[in-house]
């Protein structure tokens, strides 16, 4: 029998995109006020993850285009998004795995 393998997309940000993730985000309250402190806790939960078994896709937010993306699919700009946002990514780099 085969292991499965687990993917699991995870946002992620570009330290130069930060300062302008937080400008676009309806609920920018809920995030680290710096790229370091969020770096610090993304790089926690992505080495939590892999202790898993999973696989972590990074799933790369674009402050240019993350609004649109969340218009297109009536998605308020927020943590709701960004989860769907990086499940979609998730599933397609195992789709290009087949």
Known sequence: ???SVRHVGMVW???ADYPRILGVMN???VLP???GEWREKA???RRDLESKGFVVVLAIIDPQTFPAWCRARSLNVNAE???AFANEIAIEAVK???
């Open 1 to 3: 029998m085969k292991p």
């Open 13 to 15: 940000y570009r330290e």
């Open 27 to 29: 609920d920018a309250h």
């Open 33 to 35: 006020r710096t790229h």
């Open 43 to 45: 790089e926690a939960g």
């Open 81 to 83: 998004a960004r989860a």
């Open 96 to 98: 290009k795995m087949h």
